[in-house]
């Protein structure tokens, strides 16, 4: 069965943290969620004054965040004495959990910067486990090149199309997450299973493409969000497409959100805060000064 899509959010300008300039589709309002994901930030600019402010020392817990780069290159650092640079093709798989600070800034004063950040749920039960992170460089990002069709870099998950199952580098999360970066040929069509169990979604950052059997267009940089199903039909416009295909087990849980804090309850985020406060998410002053 071909999921179609359901309803479409699209993107909208804004700016977040020290003023990195972006644009939003989910999580834009707190409605406009897909459990398990609760936001998409997409970040594309050739002018280093939207993004040299960068994301300087802030909070975070009870979710993951994934940051997917495609141009350019960004420092992350955060209180638990990690630290990652991030290049081209290369992503970042943190989980706050429990709590952690952290920093993302630009190394660089010129050119493009371009990527996107995720926003991905845990359940309750997960969320006060310790902080942990991992960067994954972009030759560990394996790929699936499909004759005729395209390639596509599977980050998470398992992308199976005819003859070809790839496993990413991100797995043995509660959620199952499915994180697909797909470029396509002019016209080409790509097919492939997803989970009946699963909420998906796609969104197109380059040109164009159409979805499910009814054909349906989806607009540059919105997510659509797709209906049931257990298979996904994406077809290229003339000029081609790149778009990002994710999908996760929906948790079902009441989420609450402060900012940064993503809990189940409302004096859970009284106690980030607090915490926070009185320094138990990780001291700013961990966080090293660039060399």
Do not use: C
């Not at 069709?149 to 991100?170: C, L, S, W």
């Not at 499915?178 to 950052?205: C, I, K, M, Q, S």
């Amino acid at each position: 069965m071909q999921r179609e899509i359901n309803s479409i959010i699209a993107s909208v300008a804004t700016s977040d943290s020290a003023g990195v300039k972006l644009r939003r589709s989910l999580g834009s309002r707190q409605d406009l969620r897909l459990d398990p994901y609760l936001m998409l930030d997409e970040f594309f600019s050739d002018n280093p004054d939207d993004y040299l402010a960068g994301f300087p020392a802030h909070p975070h817990r009870g979710f993951e965040t994934i940051t997917y780069m495609l141009d350019g290159h960004m420092r992350h650092e955060d209180s638990n004495d990690n630290r990652g640079d991030l290049g081209p093709g290369d992503a970042q798989w943190m989980t706050a959990a429990s709590g952690i600070i952290h920093s993302e800034m630009p190394q660089q004063t010129q050119g493009r910067m371009r990527g996107f950040q995720i926003w991905l749920n845990l359940p309750a039960a997960e969320k006060m486990k310790p902080a942990s992170y991992r960067d994954i460089a972009a030759a560990q990002i394996p790929e699936a090149a499909i004759e005729g069709v395209g390639v596509v870099r599977v980050i998470a998950g398992e992308f199976v199309h005819r003859d070809k199952r790839i496993t990413g580098p991100i797995g043995g999360i509660t959620t199952q997450p499915l994180f697909f970066d797909a470029r396509l040929n002019p016209g080409a069509v790509l097919e492939l299973p997803l989970p009946a169990t699963h909420n998906a979604f796609a969104y197109v950052y380059e040109g164009e493409a159409a979805v499910g059997a009814q054909s349906k267009v989806l607009p540059l940089r919105a997510a659509g969000i797709l209906g049931d199903g257990s298979a996904l039909r994406l077809r290229a416009g003339a000029a081609g497409a790149r778009a990002l295909i994710l999908a996760g087990l929906p948790l079902r849980e009441p989420v609450v959100q402060y900012g940064p804090f993503v809990m189940n309850t409302r004096a859970e985020i009284e106690t980030a805060i607090e915490d926070f406060k009185r320094g138990a998410l990780g001291a700013q002053h961990a966080i090293k000064k660039p060399d």
